[in-house]
């Protein structure tokens, strides 16, 4: 589901599970961290690129194990704040590649790295209230990005928008054609690995604020979501594609 690999000083970790989207299993995770933690240790590493396969660049987290998890407690959403802190917490410069649709969890991903780059077609969307649960650990590294009102108004509506206005409120630094993004990417790793690695880690504690503490409460928060009763009610609707009882 990940594969690492490491030329001239960059770490490329590609999302490889294009059957559901790249959506956020337990595997996924377990695999994805390892990837960062080893491209962290590893001295011939500098930068770091989150990329993918296939045509989502993450969908968030995997509903069907979501809903085998009901009972347990133990759904995806409870390992997510672990994934964005690490990426957050990294002393070696993150890009992320997104080059299709990031959906929910996985715009915590595209918020936690230090530059990301999209290509112009991609669209985005915090879907969460639209299947009964709540934003809540992404928001550590959302809301330092984005401005109030964008946040208030994605968050609320769940609504898609593209990538003109994800680089207009703060979600990603830039976005460019999709024949362009590798060139583009590339143009960043070679600025990032020009910077001292001990420099470059001290500027991103500069730029950075403490979230591991209030990941905890997020994820408690989180799960208590996603376990409830609207949080079954709008997975079960969206797995069977139908309306939630909600809506009118």
Known sequence: ???????????????????????LSQALITSLLDAVAAAVADPGTRVIVLSHTGPAFCAGADLKETVAGFESGQVPAGRMGDVLAALWESPKPVIARVGGAARAGGLGIVAAADIAVCADDVTFAFT?????????????????????RAAAELFLTGDTFDARRAVEVGLVTAAVPASSLDASVDAYAQALLRGAPGALAGTKDLL??????????????????????????????LLAKRQPNWIP
């Open 1 to 23: 589901m990940i594969r690492h690999e490491v030329a001239g000083g960059v770490a490329t970790i590609t999302l490889d599970s294009p059957h559901n989207r790249n959506a």
């Open 128 to 148: 969460e209230v639209r299947i009964g649960v709540i934003p809540a650990v992404i928001s550590a590294t959302v809301l330092p990005r984005l401005t109030p």
């Open 208 to 237: 950075r604020a403490p979230i591991r503490a209030r990941l905890a409460e997020l994820t408690e928060l989180s799960v208590r979501y996603f376990t409830s009763d609207e949080g079954r009610e709008g997975i079960g609707a």
